[in-house]
């Protein structure tokens, strides 16, 4: 589990706890402190247990779990897909896929592509059940992938209750600023991003996430704009800290060229922010164009500018923006997502095909 994924999967297991069904969550040892990186909470009612490969094998073959949930692919995830098709477990399998290999394999997502794309086709053919974060991630499985509709279930990712509350800390000074979150790579359309911003004057735009060497390309094409502070990298950050980044921003953006279903929208929209987010990306399901935020086609400068633009001159729009963001994340909370997994779980349990 990394990054987003450990925190989907965390928040998952932290509602499923509080369900009337028994609980284990298997973590690889080398894994073990990544919910602490990724400032999830403990939880005393979670049983996690850190397991190397073969311990993991060992326990699916001792127990008789009646569903197996997977949410990542390595070797070590594509375990339980093995026992069951050589037939030496009989639980239900299935795996929750947050991504396209095929796709990401183009924008530096995956170190080693054919790997993962061979994790990825074992994942989704040999499972019981699939399902997608988005219908747009659910369209390119089946365009790439030639799986039957019916094997695969849409469930968007929830949001965190933390996110509600907002902390107005100060931080990146006292002038407005643009908000964005996420890992520094291509995929995310930094450059599309920033080719916008070097026409709009009133602008100050903040960058929050890992750091990668696509940085270093960003602050020698856009170098004005990192020289000159109206584009601002800041890095990586604790959950309190990125809580009043969120608040304190005028309004958020991530102009992806794909994203299955980024939990950073989500995040925005709780904090009571409108959300400005390309058309190649999972979360327009949920945002309504012209009213939680814009959605603009990747790659049109020219519609990112005005969007961009049109927020930063309408200081009401904003507002009213905002708590329309805030009360659709109120629909999509973790706590109402979970019980969208336990339907599904169960009625895979009971043999029945969707």
Known sequence: ??????????????????????????????????????????????????????????????????????????????????????????????????????????NQMYNYPLRYFFYQRICLFWSDHVIAVSNYLKSSIINEYQIKETKISVVHNGVEDKFFAGEKVSFAGTSPYVLYVGTITKIKGLDFLLAAI???????????????????????????????????????MDTKTLLSAYSNS??????????????????????????????NMGSKEIIENGKEGFIVPFGDVDSLVYAISYLLNNEKVVEEMGLLAKQKALKNKWCIKVNEYVEIFEYINDGKVF
């Open 1 to 106: 589990m990394f990054g987003g994924v450990a925190r989907v999967v965390y928040s998952l297991s932290h509602e499923l706890s509080k369900q009337n069904c028994e609980l284990i969550l298997f973590r690889k040892k080398r894994y073990k402190n990544l919910f602490k990186k990724r400032a999830c909470e403990k939880d005393e009612n979670l049983d996690i247990c850190d397991v190397s490969h073969v311990g993991l094998v060992m326990n699916l073959i001792r127990h008789k779990y009646d569903v197996i949930n997977v949410h990542n692919m390595s070797s070590f995830f594509i375990i339980p897909f093995i026992l069951k098709k050589l037939k030496i477990i009989n639980s239900k399998v299935v795996f929750v896929s947050h991504g396209l290999v095929p796709i990401e394999k183009g």
């Open 198 to 236: 070097q026409k709009i004057d009133n602008c100050r735009l903040v960058l929050i996430g890992k750091k990668t060497d696509y940085l270093n390309e960003l602050e020698k094409k856009h170098s004005n704009l990192f020289e000159s502070k109206k584009v601002m990298y800041i890095g990586e």
């Open 250 to 279: 005028t309004f958020f953006v991530l102009p992806s060229n794909y994203d299955s279903y980024p939990m950073v929208v989500l995040e925005a929209m709780a904090s009571g922010k409108p959300v400005v987010i390309s058309e």
